[in-house]
Structure formats: C-alpha cells, structure tokens
C-alpha cells in the first residue's frame, strides 16, 4: 500500500499533533538511538518494545499514532522519514536501531539494516532466547538503503528490526487495544536479549575509543 504522506511536512499538515499523532524523545548520552517511527496504532507494540529497550541507558524516540482508526495512514516509509526529533535522535548517535511490526503471521524477527556485525549479534542473542530470526532478503525488509531512518546514524550503519505480527501477538495481551494492552513475559524475554546483544556491542564500542 502506498503511503498516504510523502514526508512529515505533508504529515503535519494535515494532522494535529497530540490528537492524531504523538511524538516522544528521551535524549541520554549514548552511543546507541533507539527508535520507533510507526509506533501506537500504526505498528502497534512497537514504541513498548523501543522504549523499554533503550530504558535510561540509550536515546529513545517514538512516532505514535492516537487516532481512533486508519492509523496506517500515519505511516511515511523509514527512507523518507524526516520528523525532526527522529532525525536528530538517530543522527546524533553512532548506531541507530529502528523497531518495526511487520503483517507476517509467523512469530519471526527480519533483521536489516547496513550494521553487518551487530545483525550477527543481534540474531544471535534472540535465537539463544528461542526467538526465530532472520538476516532479511526480503525486499522492502532489507532497510540497507542510506536514506533509511536507521542508517542515518554517524557511522551510517544501523540496525532495522521487523517483529512479525504473529510474536507481537505473544508479547502482548489485546496488542490493538491500547487501554487493554498488557506486556507478556515472552515481551520481557525478547527485551532482555535485545538489551544484551547491545551490551556486547557498547562494549565493543567502548574498546574502539
């Protein structure tokens, strides 16, 4: 489906902020962005996802979409993503991660993005929890584009994660009824090993400078 919206100018002109759409952004100083720009009705599950992976100790930014429905007309594609405090959020940082719900039934993560290295890691650390996941070859999936949201960052090499449908199902209770909606532990599981694959690479980073 075609976006509605080419670009967040066109966005903000034609929604109204706190009514239809929400923008959050908790800046640390971190190497690490942690960013969900299709969040609330438009990927439900996935601000709840960003915002507790990234806790106090990396950048978090959310877009979330408030309206009662047709969110999905919210959505503007992470190669044009241009909201400003999603930019900054991401540019600001040395590796930008970008949460996503993809529409597939089956309880699988894609992995994309230009960070080779901390896909491997990334992969890795969900398959030791029992969570399938996947290096993406699948077109639209792959977010190896420049331009894309997640890449961005300063070292033009972040990390794209698209959470299916099917394991957003499991992390949350009621996942489209947002009053309803309550974190499983299979959420905290993925959390947990998300939070650890970025351990080792602050790590890493850490021994870089």
Same mark, same amino acid.
């Given at each position: 489906?075609?976006? &509605?919206? &080419?670009?967040?100018?066109?966005?903000?002109?034609?929604?109204?902020?706190n009514k239809d759409y929400k923008i959050l952004y908790r800046e640390v100083n971190s190497k690490f962005a942690i960013i969900a720009p299709h969040g609330g009705g438009i990927e439900p599950g996935t601000i709840d996802i960003a915002d507790i992976t990234a806790g106090c100790d990396y950048t +978090?930014? #959310?877009?979330? #979409?408030? *309206?009662?429905?047709? @969110?999905?007309?919210?959505? %503007?594609? !992470?190669? =044009?993503?241009?909201?400003?405090?999603?930019?900054? =959020?991401?540019? @600001? =940082?040395?590796?930008?991660?970008?949460?996503?719900?993809? *529409?597939?039934? *089956?309880? %699988?993560?894609?992995? $994309?993005?230009?960070?080779?290295?901390?896909?491997?890691?990334?992969?890795?650390?969900?398959?030791?929890?029992?969570?399938?996941?996947?290096? !993406?070859?699948?077109?639209?999936? *792959?977010?190896? &584009?420049?331009?894309?949201?997640?890449?961005?960052?300063? !070292?033009?090499? $972040?990390?794209?994660?698209?959470?299916?449908? $099917?394991?957003?199902?499991?992390?949350?209770?009621?996942?489209?009824?947002?009053?309803?909606? @309550?974190?499983?532990?299979? +959420?905290?599981? +993925?959390?947990? =090993?998300?939070?650890?694959?970025?351990? +080792?690479? &602050?790590?890493?980073? @850490?021994?870089?400078?």
């Open positions: 489906m075609t976006d &509605k919206y &080419k670009n967040f100018d066109e966005l903000k002109q034609n929604e109204v902020e +978090f930014y #959310g877009f979330k #979409g408030l *309206k009662k429905k047709q @969110n999905k007309i919210l959505h %503007i594609t !992470s190669r =044009a993503f241009d909201e400003p405090s999603g930019l900054k =959020a991401s540019q @600001n =940082a040395i590796i930008t991660i970008s949460i996503h719900g993809s *529409k597939y039934k *089956k309880e %699988i993560v894609h992995i $994309g993005g230009k960070n080779h290295d901390l896909k491997e890691k990334i992969m890795y650390s969900l398959k030791s929890s029992g969570f399938y996941s996947v290096i !993406s070859d699948i077109p639209g999936l *792959k977010g190896i &584009k420049p331009e894309n949201i997640c890449n961005q960052c300063r !070292s033009k090499k $972040g990390v794209q994660l698209e959470i299916s449908r $099917g394991l957003r199902e499991k992390m949350f209770d009621n996942l489209d009824h947002r009053l309803l909606r @309550n974190k499983t532990p299979v +959420f905290y599981k +993925f959390v947990n =090993a998300l939070r650890q694959a970025l351990m +080792f690479e &602050k790590l890493h980073q @850490n021994c870089l400078d």
